[in-house]
């Protein structure tokens, strides 16, 4: 046998021996577990025998999914408080109880200081008189002049000719309507009235604002108790309530013009009545409910 012969059988005798080990080796491999960039369906149990394993990225993205369906589903079925909105409203007529006048005196002349001196003494014959009537208040009001000059074409005044108008008034205000017709009727043959106005005092004001307030309230209350029972709900809440009140200050009676017309016939006449009339007085809500 030569040494060619002896190195094939030697060889063939090593690949014998040896198979039976490389087969067992080979049959007792762990089996490797595909991994997440795997494009294979998910391994199954046997694979994976813990249980706290992750599962596989296309297994998370399904119960992502459920998830925001269900979220979605669940939105849809929420379900707001319906909104009504309500309004309300009430008016009422209440007698003024408080008076605000002035008397006023007119001067018209050449000498701007003789028709100032004759105004100046009116009013403080006026100012005088009302220590007699503590219940109202007098004060001096305004004092003005101007001069008036001869229009084109008149032929009561010469071209060179200026009249000078003073004029003064003092301010009375009280809620004894008798002593204001008393005082007027004393002053008359001094200033007469120019404005009359008619107002609410502070008490009665207030007590008118209470009463419209509750009342439009309870309407506004009432009116939302209604639309929800109409609407089958069984209680509501009140969100945003606006209020919109229309209380005049006082309100005009008489305005007698030009103060120069009007004193010769008012003289005549021998006073002035007061009567006064009724203010009305009105309080709005509007707002929002939400039924429950």
Do not use: C
């Not at 009249?163 to 007469?192: C, H, L, P, R, Y």
């Not at 309080?283 to 939400?290: A, L, P």
């Amino acid at each position: 046998m030569t040494k060619r012969h002896f190195s094939i059988l030697a060889l063939a005798l090593s690949t014998v021996a040896f198979a039976p080990l490389y087969a067992q080796e080979t049959q007792t491999a762990p089996a490797v577990p595909e991994t997440a960039e795997s494009n294979s369906a998910p391994a199954t149990t046997q694979a994976f025998p813990n249980q706290n394993l992750v599962a596989p990225n296309q297994a998370q993205d399904s119960i992502k999914d459920n998830s925001k369906t269900t979220t979605m589903d669940d939105s849809k079925n929420d379900v707001k408080s319906a909104r009504f909105t309500i309004s309300s409203s009430v008016q009422k007529k209440v007698k003024a109880d408080f008076i605000e006048l002035t008397l006023r005196t007119e001067k018209g002349g050449e000498k701007l200081e003789e028709m100032t001196a004759e105004v100046n003494n009116a009013m403080k014959k006026v100012l005088e008189l009302s220590k007699d009537f503590p219940e109202l208040q007098v004060s001096t009001n305004n004092f003005n002049f101007w001069k008036e000059y001869p229009h084109y074409g008149s032929s009561s005044l010469s071209k060179n000719e200026i009249i000078w108008n003073v004029q003064g008034s003092v301010s009375v205000a009280g809620g004894d309507f008798k002593k204001i017709e008393e005082f007027i009727k004393a002053t008359n043959n001094i200033m007469i009235p120019d404005n009359m106005n008619f107002s609410l005092s502070q008490s009665a004001r207030k007590a008118a604002e209470a009463e419209i307030l509750q009342q439009a309230a309870d309407e506004f209350k009432d009116k939302a108790d209604r639309v929800i029972k109409a609407f089958g709900y069984t209680s509501y809440t009140i969100g945003s309530v606006g209020m919109d009140g229309n209380i005049p200050d006082y309100f005009t009676n008489g305005n007698f013009g030009r103060v120069v017309d009007a004193a010769m016939n008012f003289k005549e006449a021998g006073g002035l009545p007061v009567s006064p009339g009724s203010v009305d007085v009105s309080v709005s809500f509007t707002g929002e409910i939400f039924a429950k």
